[in-house]
């Protein structure tokens, strides 16, 4: 059998058997990284960055967020429960924390670790749109985006080292070429549509949680219009950029608010803030 046939066998049978299945879609996604080994990692990494950083606890702003983080991650647990995903988050230690930075950001990790800097609450304006952002975050760690992101980028470094061992009786200018024209190609056509399409999910799965922990979704797209006119609008071509563009998310989560109505009302919310 050829080494190609074989390493093709081989990289079929990773994928089938490294994968995990994103509750939210129901797709199976990669998982080269298991939780078990991930989640602690990620929470050392979390606490890193708390260690190193001015953590806000008794401001009225980071009792806020962390009412507002309860309030989803709950939303988040009822909405599994009921779609049969009862124990998802048994391993998940959630926190919510409010870094002191002029930073514009805001960011989740495997397990429940959510951090927002103070610099993205007047984007965020109100508890509502602290929800938006809140509903996004914690839906990245849910989907476990942060395990296809690490799996994505193990299988683009495998795909360099493949490239190199195939090319390796070529002349060195065949192998920078290819080094050089895989590496672009692998990010524009590959690893970027993938981070856009977590962007994407994250938005909309996010967009129902807010909804099922009662915040009115209608308004969550006033959150990029402020972004956009904070100074933060400029953005590269869609194409080579990690997210969607701020047009693409506002025309989006117009159009998902019905659904995510729909979906808050089999909860029994039927009123929103």
């Given amino acids: 059998m050829k080494i190609k046939t074989i390493s093709l066998i081989t990289f079929v049978v990773l994928m089938l058997v490294n994968c995990n299945t994103n509750p939210f879609t129901g797709k199976k996604t990669m998982a080269f990284v298991s939780n078990e080994k991930l989640i602690p990692m990620s929470f050392q990494q979390y606490n890193q960055v708390l260690s190193e950083s001015k953590v806000l606890e008794d401001t009225s702003e980071a ?44 960011w989740a990790m495997p397990g429940g670790k959510v951090a927002f800097y103070t ?34 980028s193990m299988l683009q470094q495998a795909g360099a080292v493949a490239g190199t061992i195939a090319l390796s009786e070529q002349e060195p200018e065949v192998q920078q070429g290819f080094m050089a024209a895989y590496g672009a190609g692998s990010q524009v ?42 100074g933060n609008g400029e953005q590269p071509p869609e194409f080579l950029s990690t997210h969607p563009s701020h047009d693409t998310r506002i025309s989006n989560l117009k159009d998902w608010a019905p659904d995510a109505i729909e979906t808050a009302k089999k909860f029994g919310v039927n009123t929103f803030k």
């Fill in 119 to 152: 610099g993205i609450l007047p984007i965020a304006e109100n508890e509502r749109g602290v929800a938006t952002i809140m509903g996004h975050e914690i839906a990245h760690a849910l989907a476990n985006h942060g395990q296809q992101r690490m799996s994505a």
């Fill in 189 to 230: 056509l590959g690893m970027l549509p993938f981070s856009r399409k977590h962007e994407t999910e994250a938005d909309k799965i996010g967009l129902t949680l807010m909804a099922i922990a009662g915040y009115d979704p209608t308004d969550a797209y006033k959150l990029w219009e402020r972004m956009g006119n904070a």
């Fill in 63 to 106: 009792k806020m967020l962390r009412r507002v983080g309860n309030k989803i991650k709950v939303a988040a647990e009822r909405w599994l429960d009921a779609n049969g995903y009862q124990g998802y988050t048994k391993d998940y230690e959630w926190e919510f924390k409010l870094i002191e930075d002029d930073i514009v950001n805001a």
